[in-house]
Nanobody, 114 residues
Framework: QVHLAQSGGGLVQPGGSLRVDCVAS????????MGWYRQAPGKQRELVAT??????DYADSVKGRFIISRDNFQGSVYLQMNNLQPNDTAVYYC?????????WGQGTQVTVSS
């Protein structure tokens, strides 16, 4: 019942910046958490950053470089990625968690290469 539409990402050189955005088709009535995960080739999907009404969490590898922000009314979230490095290369997935359900965006490629 919730569709997460992603946009942004792309290709950038090391040290550059990119942004990924996500908008939910429906805003849940109750509390919900939104965030970003990523999966590099041959690796497990990992948490990048999440925002709930109470907490903000970042993976240690992105602290100080990435910023997550959300619009609770719209059910949207974006991730500003600064000082990108090759290890940040991955498919980035938007995520929403409600009391009863988990939803995923379609994924968007972020490639950091010289």
């Amino acid at each position: 019942q919730v569709h997460l539409a992603q946009s942004g990402g792309g290709l950038v050189q090391p040290g550059g910046s990119l942004r990924v955005d996500c908008v939910a088709s429906t805003v849940p009535n109750g509390d919900f958490e939104m965030g970003w995960y990523r999966q590099a080739p041959g690796k497990q999907r990992e948490l990048v950053a999440t925002l709930s009404h109470k907490n903000t969490d970042y993976a240690d590898s992105v602290k100080g470089r990435f910023i997550i922000s959300r619009d609770n009314f719209q059910g949207s979230v974006y991730l500003q990625m600064n000082n990108l490095q090759p290890n940040d290369t991955a498919v980035y997935y938007c995520n929403m968690k409600t009391m009863s359900s988990t939803y995923w965006g379609q994924g968007t490629q972020v490639t950091v290469s010289s």
